[in-house]
């Protein structure tokens, strides 16, 4: 079993920053997968960005040069630092660990006003 705990997030106006984490606890496997993804109420849940235990990074195309994903395996934490957001950036933002099985964080706010 893998436990996600995310903190961060909040309230920020447009064209502010914000930096979430998430630590990762219980079976880490030192290959694994971890990112974020984030939800919009009415619309699916999809992929922001994400990295390998390698380093290895992908983002979606709207959070490009905005977004920056970064982990320190040493104490198995992500971090998503966002600049420059926007209102449509405002969602629930999850956490997501995958090796063989993915696991999920509880979720935290983001919200940008105009």
């Known amino acids: 079993q893998v436990q996600l705990v995310e903190s961060g997030g909040g309230l920020v106006q447009a064209g502010g920053s914000l930096s979430l984490s998430c630590a990762a606890s219980?079976?880490?496997?030192?290959?694994?997968?971890m990112g974020w993804y984030r939800q919009a109420p009415g619309k699916q849940r999809e992929l922001v960005a994400v990295i390998s235990s390698g380093g290895i990074t992908n983002y979606l195309d709207s959070v490009k040069g905005r977004f920056t994903i970064s982990r320190d395996n040493a104490k198995n934490t992500v971090y998503l630092q966002m600049n420059s957001l926007k209102p449509e950036d405002t969602a629930v933002y999850y956490c997501?660990?995958?090796?063989?099985?993915?696991?999920w964080g509880q979720g935290t706010q983001v919200t940008v006003s105009s």
């Open positions: 997501r660990y995958t090796r063989v099985r993915d696991y």
């Open positions: 219980g079976s880490i496997a030192s290959i694994n997968v």
